[in-house]
């Protein structure tokens, strides 16, 4: 977590401000690991989807 991220959720931004704020910092969600991995062939399309209904 970044100093500008947390300020933002500090101040109560909204979850696209942070979001938009956490991408330009680096951030990559635990879906885009997930789908690195599927194509690596270290887990399924299967876990992915089960582990991270939702998550976009």
């Not at 101040?11 to 938009?20: P, Q, R, V």
């Not at 885009?32 to 582990?51: H, I, N, P, Q, W």
């Amino acid at each position: 977590m970044t100093e500008a991220v947390r300020a933002l959720i500090a101040k109560g931004a909204s979850i696209l401000e942070i979001n938009e704020m956490a991408r330009q910092a680096g951030f990559q969600s635990m879906r885009y690991d997930g789908m690195k991995k599927v194509l690596a062939g270290l887990t399924s399309l299967d876990e992915l989807e089960r582990v991270t209904m939702g998550d976009v």
